[in-house]
């Protein structure tokens, strides 16, 4: 039913007197028209007023001709009292004629509702709508819908429980009654009335899965103590954390609500509400966009080039980073406030990457800027690469942020070939490590490196080194070319690490060896999508 009926003037009348305003009560009526929601103000007292006027024996009063959603259940139950039927001071609710309502209605047009506390009023209108539109306009966002984000008051529960009570009680006279999820939400509400107004001053759609949110808080600080009687009553519901500035949430107010007996909150709270004298405000007006995700490889020529910011005891120790050197362009480039940086695995300052290079991903938060083409990402690419000779990437690409986890699963499962710089300290011959080719899947035990193990949890991990293949160079120096399981430390596998890792070089050529030079030549993780470049 998308009308007010006869059995709806009880409330009408009783939430006119209390100073509720038209579209709170058609709340409180369950009604689900979206249409007579947005009807200007005026109309909406007007209608209401021509309500009441009617003939009561009227079965069904259709002074609402419109035709849209159903509205909410109204569950028959048998007449008794309870404690619906007090107010704060114990004493049974008196109900105004019919004549009061309407008198009540001409001076409640211009009070402050005392349940929304103005903000299905003056909130609703075209001058808050252009201010909220000024604010998107001069965020400078790139967006093709919206979704509108609404933080209301926690006392604003309160209120809604008090006349949630006062309405029930009336309701229980008629052998009805009215279930707290029966009633129209006010975000539900406050949304249908406000998004065609932004749709049509922003020229986009609102859309609930949109990645560009215009978030608005209202504060309402006349009544902002109303809600602190309930710590006392449910002091389990209101325990502080780090990340809130009052205990008194919304949702921890809302919990002690379903929690409090109704004759304990009628003695500490008047039912109906009394009336504000200000309107609520609004004075955060926020805009942001959902993460984008960038995704390519990256060659590392430098070593003395750190993956990510090298920081030791609060010190910067290397000027710039492979992450800093690409994530500089990026961040200017889709205009973000912060960037998240991510990788199949890492390599040591003093190690390069060379080959197809190491997949990367970051991701870009609350960017203003949203669409590249592939031709604007090439010449993000390329301004990257020609910003320094120490890194070089491809394959640079708009991803998604599911799609990063198959580089993550690269990490662990996949393999990686280096080729190292080996020194011995004992003289070899050519014929002194040819046997190292014929190795295949050299099982290896690895306990946390000494080097990483104030990072890494210590412990002991298997992996293999599926091939080697060597290269002498002198009676000191070779070259040994490795695939190996994804995770293995090479560094450790060749001068052993005092015993941590077992088989070593070392170990198997019975001689002290250690490593000169470390390059990672391939990384095998078949993501990003290579691109032609």
């Not at 019919?98 to 009540?104: H, L, M």
């Not at 949430?249 to 929690?259: F, P, Q, S």
């Amino acid at each position: 039913m998308s009308s007010l009926t006869e059995k709806d003037r009880p409330i009408v009348q009783l939430l006119l007197n209390a100073g509720t305003c038209p579209r709170c009560i058609l709340r409180f009526c369950c009604v689900g028209s979206q249409a007579l929601y947005r009807r200007p103000y005026k109309d909406l007292v007007k209608d209401l007023k021509e309500f009441l006027k009617n003939n009561q024996e009227k079965e069904d009063t259709a002074c609402f001709d419109v035709v849209d959603l159903p509205c909410k259940r109204l569950r028959l139950e048998h007449t008794e009292k309870g404690p619906d039927d007090m107010n704060h001071n114990g004493a049974l609710q008196q109900i105004p004629s019919v004549s009061d309502g309407i008198t009540a209605m001409g001076n409640s047009a211009v009070e402050v509702c005392n349940v929304c506390l103005g903000i299905l009023q003056e909130f609703c209108e075209a001058d808050f709508v252009k201010k909220v539109c000024q604010k998107v306009n001069s965020a400078d966002y790139q967006f093709t819908s919206f979704v509108l984000s609404v933080s209301l008051p926690p006392q604003l529960s309160v209120r809604e429980h008090a006349v949630w009570l006062l309405a029930k009680q009336e309701l229980r006279k008629l052998g009805l009654s009215l279930a707290k999820d029966d009633l129209v939400q006010l975000k539900e509400a406050y949304k249908w009335i406000i998004h065609p107004q932004l749709s049509e001053e922003l020229g986009v759609p609102a859309d609930g899965k949109s990645l560009f949110e215009v978030s608005v808080v209202f504060a309402h600080p006349e009544t902002e103590e109303e809600c602190h009687f309930l710590a006392t009553a449910c002091p389990d519901c209101f325990k502080p954390a780090k990340n809130k500035q009052s205990v008194f949430t919304r949702m921890a107010v809302i919990k002690a609500l379903e929690k409090i007996k109704e004759e304990d909150f009628l003695k500490h709270f008047p039912c109906p509400p009394s009336l504000p004298k200000n309107l609520c405000v609004a004075p955060e007006i926020q805009c942001s966009n959902g993460a984008v995700f960038v995704a390519g490889r990256y060659n590392k020529y430098s070593r003395n080039l750190p993956q990510t910011p090298w920081i030791i005891d609060g010190e910067r120790k290397l000027e710039s980073s492979v992450e800093e050197l690409i994530s500089e362009h990026l961040m200017a480039g889709f205009k973000a406030d912060s960037f998240n940086f991510s990788s199949s695995g890492r390599e040591d300052v003093d190690v390069r990457t060379l080959g197809n290079g190491r997949p990367f991903a970051i991701e870009l938060v609350n960017p203003r800027r949203i669409h590249f083409t592939a031709e604007e990402m090439k010449g993000l690419q390329q301004t990257i690469n020609n910003s320094s000779d120490k890194i070089r990437v491809r394959d640079l690409q708009l991803v998604t942020r599911s799609a990063i986890g198959r580089m993550k699963e690269g990490e662990e499962e996949k393999t990686k070939t280096y080729s190292a710089l080996i020194w011995t300290d004992k003289a070899i011959q050519r014929e002194d490590i040819a046997f190292l080719d014929d190795i295949k899947e050299l099982k290896l035990d690895q306990k946390t490196p000494l080097r990483v193990l104030h990072r890494r949890p210590l412990a002991v991990r298997c992996r293999i080194i599926h091939t080697m293949k060597s290269e002498y160079i002198d009676e000191h120096h070779f070259r040994l070319h490795l695939k190996t399981q994804a995770g293995t430390y090479i560094k450790e596998f060749v001068h052993g690490d005092f015993g941590r890792t077992k088989p070593n070089i070392g170990s198997l050529l019975n001689r002290t060896a250690d490593i000169l030079e470390l390059d990672v030549e391939s990384v095998d993780v078949d993501w990003p999508p290579a691109l032609d470049n």
